[in-house]
């Protein structure tokens, strides 16, 4: 697999922890940010792109107001944001919109739990809400919810086992929950389901554990890449830059173990144009830590944040 890079650094500016999809032949990024104010701190604009590296503005101030760790799918022909935080409160609204820059309430507060770090997905012609945490990686969550509208909400189940900071895609008609942390360790296996409720075990070992990765569905396979192997990113000392890949979510490839753009978490990802991207992200160290760039062989030492601003895509 080949990376190129469509920009070094995109007028979005930095940013994590945003929502992605592709709605109407179009890659959308949606709020997120970083703790970082010199880097503009959380974010409320709505962006979207055809190549990666021209993005336009929908929205300068979304309806939702500033928001990270939240969820997004498509769903009903529009773009659906559900909870989130805004780094200080925790949400369980729902908005949606038909063209990224005027969004509507769905509603101000689901029966369940405010959250954040968690999965949601369209599946089964509804939309879906998995486990995650009450916000900030604490307390992690097992529920599992689905809704026909984005309005009306009911429990389909529970996890095996409480867990935010997931891959969570759909793959082979169910609904795959890989990896993430249940608040105290990060693990490394691979759950589905078709109904929210019976989840069945793929594999309890992936080769990954990981929390923050990017995970997309391309040409019947499930694609992984980055992450970080800690709990807590502001404890992050090592974040990833490999890539792996499933044909059926029980024996993993690793594709390579060292891409050429720098180590990320909590990215932007899409699957888009028969490729896989990779938007912005952060890596995160409290310690001097040398990478080595495999294209340029240049080895940079990172301390403390670095809120990335590229795009990359395979081809």
Known sequence: VTWVRATASSPMGARMFAGNLVFNNKMWVIAGGSPCVLEGFFKSDVWSSTNGAAWTRATAAAAFGVREAMGCAVFN??????????????????????????????????????????????????????????????????????????INWTQAGNLPSPRSSFACVVFNNAIWVIAGTDGSQVLGDAWYSTDGAHWTQATAATGLMRTFAAAQVLNGRIWLTGGSDTVNWEQTTWCKDDAWTTADGSHWTLVSASLPFMPRFASESFAYNNSFWVVEGAWYTSMGQPWTNPSTNVTTTITGADYLKDVWHTQ
């Open 77 to 150: 022909n529009r773009m659906w944001l559900v909870g989130g935080d805004d780094f200080n409160s925790v949400y369980n609204d729902v908005w949606s919109s038909a063209d990224g820059a005027a969004w509507t309430e769905a509603t101000a507060s689901t029966p369940f739990e405010p959250r954040s770090h968690f999965g949601c997905v369209t599946f089964d012609n509804r939309l879906w809400v998995i486990g995650g945490d009450r916000g900030f990686g604490l307390s992690t969550m097992s529920d599992v919810w689905s809704s026909p509208d984005g």
